[in-house]
């Protein structure tokens, strides 16, 4: 079955101070992976997709970057975080089926 | 481009049916999904359709797709205060995008 694994599940971390999660992915090959990010009580911002290895597509402008350097990791990064950057964030798969990792809570301090 | 819209609330009381409701507006949608989301926790994949079908059942849970009106409904049956939680429609389509409504937020009241 396909699966997600992403970490960690919460995080605090400074202003300023740089970022790093990351998801993989098993049960599948070449999915479409996507990092949502999710402020609180409202619904699901999708902030990048990709469809292949190197291939991103950002649907907001941000400060955020991501990368997939390999077929089944995704990675969300900052180089220095801001206040508004505080959220919910989940990676997600779709091969047939969408899935999604359990998420990671971040408090940007 | 995609777009997913759900209403913000539903109450109901427990025993009745709960139905939330979703429209799209992307019209070679291929996969529609339900994802349930409790308090502080991820996306649970309740059940999806495919864009062929008109209705999918799976024990409480009843699917009804309109691709006409593109609308999509998730019926629950014997609602219970467990069923409290957000609960989000999505569309995939050729764009390969996965797009999410804004959730309906459920509250059972016993």
């Known amino acids: 079955s396909q699966t997600i694994h992403q970490w960690p599940a919460t995080l605090v971390q400074p202003v300023g101070s740089p970022l790093s999660l990351e998801c993989t992915v098993e049960g599948t090959s070449n999915p479409n992976l996507y990092w949502y990010r999710q402020a609180a009580g409202r619904g699901l911002q999708l902030l990048f997709y990709s469809v292949g290895i190197g291939q991103i597509s950002s649907e907001v402008p941000q400060n955020l970057s991501a990368s997939r350097p390999q077929d089944r990791q995704f990675i969300l990064s900052s180089k220095k975080l801001l206040l508004s950057d505080s959220g919910f964030y989940l990676c997600?798969?779709?091969?047939?089926?969408?899935?999604f990792g359990q998420g990671t809570r971040l408090t940007v301090v | 481009g995609e777009d997913v819209e759900q209403s913000l609330f539903l109450s109901v009381r427990e025993g009745d049916s709960s139905v939330i409701n979703c429209t799209y507006t992307d019209s070679s949608s291929t996969y529609l999904y339900w994802y349930k989301q409790e308090p502080g926790a991820g996306l649970q994949l309740l059940t999806y359709i495919f864009s062929n079908m008109d209705m999918k059942q799976d024990q409480r849970l009843t699917v009804l797709l309109n691709k006409k009106d593109k609308h999509l409904s998730l019926r629950i049956a014997d609602t219970q205060t467990g069923d409290s939680a957000i609960y989000f429609c999505a569309e995939t389509a050729a764009g390969n995008k996965l797009t999410f409504g804004g959730g309906t937020r459920v509250l059972v009241k016993p």
């Open positions: 997600a798969g779709r091969g047939a089926e969408a899935f």
